[in-house]
């Protein structure tokens, strides 16, 4: 009922930025809380960082605070994920993903398909 679709992945060099998108249709956007989550080959999905439906909270991983930063626009159903300071180990397929609750945990209800971000050294 929830489609979301990330853009903006890309190759980038270590120290470098990215912004990555994602789009939601389908349902009422702006009452869902919305997280991004990374995956690298032979490794399990992590959070990166998430977002209230209202934008009143954020929850970040600390390892990335200082790094990566995530706003919403619910005017065009679309959340992003600026990322500063780049590091090879950050290479991953980066995921979208949209539920009813706020939560560092891979439970959401609704997951784009992935936009692949790799940093060179």
């Known amino acids: 009922q929830v489609q979301l679709v990330e853009s903006g992945g890309g190759l980038v060099q270590s120290g470098g930025s990215l912004r990555l998108s994602c789009a939601a249709s389908g349902r009422t956007f702006s009452r869902y809380a919305m997280g991004w989550f990374r995956q690298a080959p032979g490794k399990e999905r992590e959070f990166v960082v998430g977002?209230?439906?209202?934008?009143?909270?954020?929850v970040y991983s600390d390892s990335l605070k200082g790094r990566f930063t995530i706003s919403r626009d619910n005017a065009k159903n679309t959340v992003y994920l600026q990322m500063n300071s780049l590091k090879p180990e950050d290479t991953a397929v980066y995921y979208c993903?949209?539920?009813?609750?706020?939560?560092?945990?891979?439970?959401?209800?609704?997951w784009g398909q992935g936009t692949q971000v790799t940093v060179s050294s």
């Open positions: 993903a949209a539920d009813l609750l706020l939560s560092k945990q891979a439970k959401y209800e609704y």
């Open positions: 977002i209230s439906w209202g934008g009143d909270r954020i």
